[in-house]
């Protein structure tokens, strides 16, 4: 695999598109500072997945696309391609050439190619995993990269060794595996929590669904015998059905009959209707036929009268154009006399103008004689004119190069004067430098100081934090915990309030009444009151058939109520209506021990509910016991019911109920009116603890957010501390290179000057030389400028010799022209008569053809006119016959409206018979409607029941009703049933197993993970090792090569912990004490970057390097050395250098060139041969 070229569009200053070819060996692209050389590595980096655009030299993505220049548009997109070959198949494409692209525009929005298909900045990361080429790869060193290099971490150290051993995409599978494991692991802890759940459910619903199985088989056994009931019910009902049947056939055909009788005349009406309306039709559009002839011929009137009127103007007209036409023959006839005459004058003229000519031609002959003498004295004026500006010219760039020698002799003086003056201030800047250094050094221990400051303030931090997340993960699990059980509570507290809505529990008709949202209906006795716990079973022994009394506003609520229930025959219920109960104001103190009250005192109410508690309640005493009850009763102290809190009832008349209480219906909703209380109670609880738990998981969250934002802060700082760590270094190495360049500008001073004091001496001789040729040219020029002067004279005589004869001749001349422009006056004139006689004959001939065709109109007009007076004739004789036919069809349709008024008539009295018929059939109707309604609902009741087994009824209906009953008495008293808990208990069964399985399956899959991240991890340890061992070797190897036999090795930070440890580079130099690689030279410790970057090469070379200036710091030996080493390397790696050194340059096997046009921004390669 070898990079094939490189394609720049729009990148940084290559503002068009540019191709670099490269073959194998080492390229090297060469080129001023500033003329964007570096951009082509900056462009290589980005196409590869560089992400930050400091690395690029770049503030923001937009700063990558060229920006423009005079005359030169910016560029909105940019886009660098990279051609790979892959005929190795290196890379796992089957394509042999691989193009890579990256594109960006004006949004910042990048896309990415593979072959021009677009993929992810990931595809592009993985397709070059491990091959020793990225942005971040040991294959591209770029301006400063060599430093960092060395001082890099020890981690950042182990990151390269990682590229070459080519375990990246290893790691890159072990980190898919542990966020596997992750997401397993946390799907295992869902399961666990929804399996402890399943399992609590799973022991509640099955109680429930043992409970619903009784409800069942009792369900069924009433549904049998209503079945048995309907199908009774139905016969009956059926035979009923059957004879108001058959009565109501016999009444629809006498009914028939009358219909009969009443279409038959509705048929004879309808013909009638028919005919009067086409008649009526006829008349109407006849009459519209009519109308519209009448306009007819009214138009044609009009339109004789207009075809006569447009002949008269026709006739007109062409009287017109033969007067025309007379004007225009004698107009024709003066133009041809006018024409004659100018032709005559004309020739007239020509006579004249041939006579002047021979005088003419003497006095042009003369004057050309001498304009000829005169042409030959002025060409040699001009020649003597150039000889004398040439020597002039000639003379000032002597007078020039006089004072120019002058000048530069004294501006060399100047310039000495200058140097010297330089030579102190570098002097200066050497002591200032030096001066620096020693400062740097200081302030570079300062910072190690506050750097390991920093550090204990972070590991302080960060103990803080994790004392914090554990208390978050305590509190977290508590409010899951919490907002668990406030959701089931809520969900059973919702359940309930649907219920009670829903008025579950109460009698059947009760509940139809209460839904029913009747005006008026205030609620169920029940719903009104608040009874305390401890007297429900007293009030609901005592008073359980007025518990469910419905209180309505009046007794014509109550009416209503009770019209409604017998019309949705849903049962029956008690109402207490407030103007038809009664109360006893009258309440007898009994202040006896274990009296607790009379019951309406005992309970809550709204006051306006006043009467129908003291209806219910307020002859009711409430006490402890039965003996206290007893004695009351035998005491006659209180006449009405005396109940005690265990629900023994004292009647009154001194009857005594008592036994086991068993749940009613009331009980059911006393009970479902408790549990809403307590959950309303629990719910609250769980809401406060919810929110207590909130409050303290926030404030554990802002200490968090405290810390780590003091944590962010610390990092930022020590980073900035590392920069300005790194900052020193670098400052450090630019003034020891300034220390350098300033040494090396003294001995320029020097050499310059010496320079300087040669050209001075150089100049003094060319002014001598100069001065004895400028005195030449003087005496030459004045001879020269004599001679002009004697020929311009004669140049003189010449001219006014030839004004002389001009005179003399002038008059001749000037008549001569004269003539010839009257001549050609003369004939624009006949031209111009000629042009008026075209168009006279022109004229002359349209007029005649106008005339032709006034005349045929007349005759077109005439035709038509004969033609409109024939039609009038006959559309007026049409007219008079239709308007008779109109009269006619009138007097018939009298005849037919007489006619239809006796049927109209006819048809009454049968509709009265019909009436009566319709009455009688719907009487019947509607007894047969009500049994068959009856019939219809039996059997849609059997319908529901058509799965159920069929029995025969043995008893009587009202017998078996009564058996019905008592079922459903046995069935209610079985309360409140979940139907859904036996499919529900199925369902959770299932789903437990389900659960539980796949809770087994992430375990075997967690396993599974663990055992792949062990395997990977050995084989990261193994292949690490394999290649840190190689790399070591091969560091120790160059380090003699090309550090003059210096030591070097590579050493783990931690033995113990190779996948975690980091790795530094150790180098010993021949004859010199061991120190730390961050005080070695600029020089040495490029030398060492390159010898760690070889002995990678050693062990993986990369398909292609590139390398940029990392040669600036080294002398011309070690740059030897270095290309000698790269050339070792050439037959496995393509190198492509950016470069200033010219031996670089000549050991090179390619060269291009950069430059840069400043006014547009612009950078341009050229190809140099080698």
């Known amino acids: 695999?070898?990079?094939?070229?490189?394609?720049?569009?729009?990148?940084?200053?290559?503002?068009?598109?540019?191709?670099?070819?490269?073959?194998?060996?080492?390229?090297?692209?060469?080129?001023?500072?500033?003329?964007?050389?570096?951009?082509?590595?900056?462009?290589?980096?980005?196409?590869?997945?560089?992400?930050?655009?400091?690395?690029?030299?770049?503030?923001?993505?937009?700063?990558?696309?060229?920006?423009?220049?005079?005359?030169?548009?910016?560029?909105?997109?940019?886009?660098?391609?990279?051609?790979?070959?892959?005929?190795?198949?290196?890379?796992?494409?089957?394509?042999?050439?691989?193009?890579?692209?990256?594109?960006?525009?004006?949004?910042?929005?990048?896309?990415?190619?593979?072959?021009?298909?677009?993929?992810?900045?990931?595809?592009?990361?993985?397709?070059?995993?491990?091959?020793?080429?990225?942005?971040?790869?040991?294959?591209?060193?770029?301006?400063?990269?060599?430093?960092?290099?060395?001082?890099?971490?020890?981690?950042?150290?182990?990151?390269?060794?990682?590229?070459?051993?080519?375990?990246?995409?290893?790691?890159?599978?072990?980190?898919?595996?542990?966020?596997?494991?992750?997401?397993?692991?946390?799907?295992?802890?869902?399961?666990?929590?929804?399996?402890?759940?399943?399992?609590?459910?799973?022991?509640?619903?099955?109680k429930q669904a043992e409970k619903a199985i009784k409800y069942q088989k009792l369900d069924e056994e009433i549904k049998t015998l209503k079945k048995s009931i309907y199908l009774r019910e139905y016969q009956i009902n059926q035979k009923i059905a059957d004879d108001l049947t058959k009565q109501k056939i016999a009444d629809d055909l006498i009914l028939k009959e009358l219909e009969k009788k009443f279409i038959e005349k509705e048929a004879v009406l309808e013909e009638i209707n028919k005919k009067r309306n086409l008649l009526s039709d006829q008349i109407n559009t006849m009459t519209d036929k009519n109308i519209d002839l009448k306009k007819d011929v009214d138009k044609l009137v009009n339109d004789k009268v207009l075809y006569g009127e447009r002949i008269k103007g026709f006739n007109r007209e062409i009287c017109s154009k033969k007067e025309n036409l007379e004007n225009l023959k004698s107009k024709l006839g003066d133009q041809i006399n006018e024409l004659d005459r100018l032709n005559s004058k004309k020739d007239v003229v020509l006579e004249e103008l041939k006579n002047l000519e021979g005088d003419n031609l003497k006095y042009e002959k003369q004057i050309g004689e001498f304009e000829i003498l005169q042409r030959d004295l002025e060409i040699e004026i001009g020649v003597q004119k150039e000889h004398v500006m040439d020597s002039e010219v000639g003379r000032l760039k002597l007078i020039a190069e006089i004072e120019n020698s002058e000048k530069r002799t004294k501006s060399s003086a100047n310039k000495i004067r200058g140097l010297d003056e330089e030579a102190i201030e570098y002097t200066k800047k050497i002591e200032k430098l030096t001066t620096e250094l020693n400062l740097l050094e200081t302030r570079q221990k300062n910072i190690q100081i506050e750097i390991k400051k920093i550090d204990d303030t972070i590991e302080d931090a960060e103990k803080q934090i994790d004392i914090l997340s554990q208390k978050m993960n305590t509190v977290y699990d508590e409010r899951k915990e919490v907002a668990y059980n406030l959701s089931r509570q809520s969900a059973k507290l919702e359940n309930l309030k649907k219920l009670e809505a829903n008025n579950e529990g109460f009698f059947k008709g009760v509940k139809a009444v209460l839904n029913a949202n009747i005006d008026g209906v205030d609620g169920a006795f029940i719903s009104l009151i608040d009874i305390p716990e401890h007297l429900e079973t007293a009030i609901e022994s005592a008073v359980s058939g007025s518990l469910q009394d419905i209180v309505v506003k009046d007794?014509?609520?109550?009416?209503?109520?009770?019209?409604?229930?017998?019309?949705?025959?849903?049962?029956?219920?008690?109402?207490?209506?407030?103007?038809?109960?009664?109360?006893?104001?009258?309440?007898?103190?009994?202040?006896?021990?274990?009296?607790?009250?009379?019951?309406?005192?005992?309970?809550?109410?709204?006051?306006?509910?006043?009467?129908?508690?003291?209806?219910?309640?307020?002859?009711?005493?409430?006490?402890?016991?039965?003996?206290?009850?007893?004695?009351?009763?035998?005491?006659?102290?209180?006449?009405?019911?005396?109940?005690?809190?265990?629900?023994?009832?004292?009647?009154?008349?001194?009857?005594?109920?008592?036994?086991?209480?068993?749940?009613?219906?009331?009980?059911?909703?006393?009970?479902?009116?408790?549990?809403?209380?307590?959950?309303?109670?629990?719910?609250?609880?769980?809401?406060?603890?919810?929110?207590?738990?909130?409050?303290?998981?926030?404030?554990?969250?802002?200490?968090?957010?405290?810390?780590?934002?003091?944590?962010?802060?610390?990092?930022?700082?020590?980073?900035?501390?590392?920069?300005?760590?790194?900052?020193?270094l670098r400052n450090h190495t630019d003034l020891t290179d300034s220390h350098k360049k300033e040494i090396k500008k003294l001995k320029i001073i020097e050499m310059e000057k010496v320079e300087e004091t040669n050209y001075i001496n150089e100049y003094n001789k060319q002014l001598e030389n100069a001065t004895t040729q400028k005195f030449d040219i003087e005496a030459f020029l004045k001879k020269s400028k004599d001679r002009l002067a004697d020929n311009n004279k004669q140049l003189i005589s010449f001219k006014k010799e030839i004004e002389l004869i001009n005179k003399s001749y002038s008059n001749i001349k000037i008549n001569y022209l004269n003539k010839k422009e009257q001549v050609k006056q003369l004939e624009r004139?006949?031209?111009?008569?000629?042009?008026?006689?075209?168009?006279?004959?022109?004229?002359?001939?349209?007029?005649?053809?106008?005339?032709?065709?006034?005349?045929?109109?007349?005759?077109?007009?005439?035709?038509?006119?004969?033609?409109?007076?024939?039609?009038?004739?006959?559309?007026?004789i049409r007219y008079e016959k239709e308007f008779f036919e109109i009269k006619e069809k009138k007097k018939l349709q009298e005849k037919l409206e007489i006619l239809e008024k006796k049927e109209i008539l006819t048809i009454k009295n049968i509709e009265k018979d019909l009436i009566i018929g319709e009455n009688k059939i719907k009487i019947l109707i509607e007894k047969l409607e009500k049994t068959i309604n009856w019939v219809t609902q039996i059997k849609e009741k059997l319908a529901v029941l058509v799965d159920i087994k069929e029995i025969s009824l043995e008893s009587t209906i009202v017998e078996a009703k009564k058996i019905l009953y008592r079922l459903e008495a046995r069935l209610k008293n079985l309360g409140i049933v979940n139907l859904l808990a036996i499919e529900e208990f199925t369902e959770l069964s299932k789903k437990y197993e389900f659960i539980t399985a796949q809770r087994d399956d992430l375990i075997i899959s967690k396993k599974a993970l663990l055992k792949l991240v062990e395997d990977i991890e050995k084989i990261i340890e193994t292949k690490f090792f394999t290649a840190y061992k190689e790399i070591d070797k091969n560091f120790e190897y160059m380090c003699k090569e090309v550090l003059n036999n210096s030591i070097g090795r590579l050493q783990l930070v931690n033995n113990e912990n190779i996948l975690e440890s980091g790795i530094d580079l150790m180098v010993k130099f021949n004859n010199k004490k061991s120190?730390?690689?961050?005080?070695?030279?600029?020089?040495?410790?490029?030398?060492?970057?390159?010898?760690?970057?070889?002995?990678?090469?050693?062990?993986?070379?990369?398909?292609?390097?590139?390398?940029?200036?990392?040669?600036?710091?080294?002398?011309?030996?070690?740059?030897?050395?270095?290309?000698?080493?790269?050339?070792?390397?050439?037959?496995?790696?393509?190198?492509?250098?950016?470069?200033?050194?010219?031996?670089t340059m000549r050991r090179s096997d390619t060269l291009y060139g950069v430059t840069m046009n400043k006014e547009l921004g612009e950078s341009k390669i050229i190809s140099v041969s080698v």
């Open 1075 to 1143: 120190q730390s690689i961050t005080l070695l030279s600029g020089g040495e410790k490029s030398m060492v970057a390159i010898a760690f970057i070889m002995a990678l090469f050693m062990y993986k070379p990369s398909p292609f390097t590139f390398f940029d200036e990392i040669e600036a710091a080294l002398d011309e030996t070690n740059i030897k050395k270095l290309i000698s080493k790269l050339k070792e390397f050439t037959d496995r790696s393509q190198f492509i250098l950016i470069t200033h050194n010219k031996e």
């Open 829 to 876: 004139e006949i031209q111009r008569n000629k042009e008026f006689l075209k168009e006279f004959q022109n004229e002359n001939k349209k007029t005649k053809f106008e005339i032709e065709k006034l005349n045929l109109d007349i005759v077109k007009l005439d035709d038509r006119l004969n033609h409109i007076q024939n039609q009038f004739h006959n559309e007026n």
């Open 1 to 206: 695999m070898y990079l094939k070229c490189v394609e720049i569009d729009g990148f940084k200053s290559f503002a068009d598109k540019i191709k670099l070819d490269f073959n194998m060996g080492i390229t090297s692209i060469v080129g001023p500072n500033g003329s964007g050389k570096s951009n082509i590595l900056d462009a290589i980096l980005w196409v590869l997945g560089e992400q930050s655009y400091k690395n690029i030299r770049a503030k923001e993505s937009s700063d990558v696309i060229f920006s423009g220049g005079k005359k030169k548009k910016p560029r909105n997109t940019a886009i660098v391609s990279l051609y790979i070959d892959n005929e190795d198949k290196t890379l796992e494409i089957d394509d042999e050439v691989i193009k890579v692209t990256r594109k960006i525009n004006k949004k910042s929005e990048n896309e990415y190619y593979i072959n021009d298909q677009r993929c992810r900045l990931k595809d592009i990361n993985e397709l070059f995993l491990d091959t020793g080429v990225g942005k971040s790869a040991y294959s591209v060193i770029g301006q400063g990269k060599v430093e960092k290099i060395i001082s890099a971490s020890n981690k950042e150290i182990k990151s390269i060794i990682e590229e070459a051993a080519g375990i990246k995409k290893i790691k890159l599978r072990k980190d898919e595996a542990l966020k596997k494991l992750s997401k397993v692991e946390l799907e295992t802890d869902k399961i666990n929590l929804i399996v402890n759940e399943l399992e609590e459910n799973k022991e509640k619903i099955g």
């Open 555 to 728: 007794s014509g609520v109550a009416k209503k109520c009770i019209s409604y229930l017998k019309q949705s025959k849903v049962g029956r219920a008690s109402f207490l209506a407030f103007d038809s109960i009664k109360i006893n104001n009258s309440k007898k103190t009994i202040s006896q021990d274990g009296v607790l009250g009379y019951a309406s005192d005992l309970v809550g109410y709204d006051s306006i509910y006043n009467k129908p508690v003291e209806f219910v309640l307020g002859n009711l005493l409430v006490v402890e016991s039965t003996d206290v009850a007893l004695k009351i009763s035998k005491d006659n102290l209180h006449r009405g019911n005396i109940v005690t809190l265990g629900g023994e009832l004292i009647s009154g008349r001194g009857r005594i109920t008592g036994g086991q209480h068993i749940k009613s219906a009331s009980s059911i909703i006393f009970e479902r009116k408790k549990e809403i209380k307590k959950l309303d109670n629990i719910v609250s609880g769980l809401n406060k603890n919810h929110s207590e738990l909130d409050d303290s998981y926030n404030i554990y969250s802002k200490k968090m957010d405290g810390y780590e934002k003091k944590l962010e802060n610390i990092d930022d700082l020590r980073v900035a501390k590392e920069d300005a760590y790194r900052e020193i």
